[in-house]
């Protein structure tokens, strides 16, 4: 996926559904894609979710700083402050605690002052404006230096290696 100057969407191996889905909300300002889910922003900031060629709002402010796809129904949008995450999370990686659904909402706010986030396979992690790492989710392999909490876990976990990062992928 692509979007260029003009805001048009570019994609190779996309079905032809998920491109006119997309493509009805040009021109794009953002884009994040995982699985069969696009997350956008159309011109306006509003935030929209492509899914097998439906197009619907998710009920959050418009203008995030960064939107994140972490998985086909679980998402995340991160504002100045706070970093808002739905959806419904097989590992829990929309951060709520549950594998139940939930929507985006101020009593569902993952984490305030955060200036990034990212995914894994079952896992999302995110940083705090001090500079230490959080992550959610499943960790099969302890693959985020939470010691002693591999397994199943979905409860956010503070990763004590990590104490001044400025970037997370």
């Known amino acids: 996926w692509a979007i260029d100057r003009d805001g048009r969407v570019h994609c190779d191996g996309c079905t032809e559904e998920q491109l006119t889905a997309v493509r009805s909300i040009e021109p794009l300002q953002t884009i994040t894609v995982n699985g069969w889910s696009a997350l956008v922003t159309d011109p306006d900031g509003n935030v929209q979710h492509v899914y097998r060629g439906k197009v619907e709002r998710p009920a959050v402010p418009p203008n995030p700083l960064q939107l ?83 397994g199943r876990g979905h409860a956010r976990s503070e990763v004590p290696s990590v104490h001044d990062a400025v970037a997370i992928a």
């Open 68 to 150: 994140e796809a972490l998985s086909d129904s679980a998402f995340c949008a991160r504002y100045a402050d706070p970093l808002l995450c739905w959806g419904y999370s097989s590992y829990g990686q929309h951060g709520q605690g549950s594998k139940d659904r939930v929507e985006p909402a101020d009593d569902n706010v993952l984490m305030r002052g955060s200036r990034g986030v990212a995914r894994g396979d079952y896992h999302a992690c995110a940083i705090r404006a001090n500079g230490r790492v959080f992550c959610w989710g499943e960790q099969p392999f302890d693959d985020h230096g939470v010691f002693g909490r591999p």
